[in-house]
């Protein structure tokens, strides 16, 4: 059975759509979805400046936060996904992509909210950035071209469709970005969740060892889990 996603990319403090983009978090609010909310934490992006909302932090705070890179510059390369040539961390070096990632997870959280998600800009990642998401602690990464969830270091949720439409299998992530949401797509994505409720579904809901609950894969979760740093994973796990 096909579950579903939704992911709104490039949200940021200072934003040019905000009008269309709450009239879809209302949406989302009425129907009791709780979107992936991509939000760049310290926004450098000239093409993504706009007004700043006073209240935009209660408007999202009950959603899935994915903390989207840190300034959300072209400052790396495509990285392992090559869906772009360039991004903001791959091709940088692991120190420098773990301080980035930090200090953007920490100005969110200063903010109030809660981030155990990393949605990489322009879907721009490679080895190095896995390991500091890991090192970090994070549970999901909401990236990938696979179908399925999977489970290596991070928990990944796969993001390949960019269309508001049905798909035949897998657990897929509908992604747009904030600033293309117009009154039109808000009705298309109300007419969808409309048809397709039962499907769709929060990142919080994945479990990605569901129907191998009992292999050897599934052992070798809780082992290399428990066994990588246990202390914090804990302690991070009782604070939520
Ligand atoms: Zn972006």
Known sequence: MTKYLFRIDDV?????????????CKVFKKYKIKPIIAVIPDNKDPEIKGKKKKGWIKLIKDFTIAQHGYH???TGTGGLNKLNPYGEFAGLSYKDQYDMIKKGRDILIKKGLK???FAAPWHSYDKNTIRALDNLLFYHISEGLNVHEHYDSVIWIPVSDWKISKKLIGTRTLTMHAQ??????????????????????????INPFGRSRFSLYWFYFWFRYAYHSPLPRLIKWLKN
């Open 12 to 24: 940021a403090e200072e934003m040019s759509n905000w009008d269309n983009f709450e009239k879809l």
């Open 72 to 74: 959300h510059l072209k």
């Open 115 to 117: 981030i155990n998600t």
């Open 180 to 205: 293309d949401i117009t009154p039109k797509k808000v009705d298309i994505i109300k007419q969808f969740i409309k048809e397709n409720r039962k499907d769709i579904i929060s990142i919080e809901e």
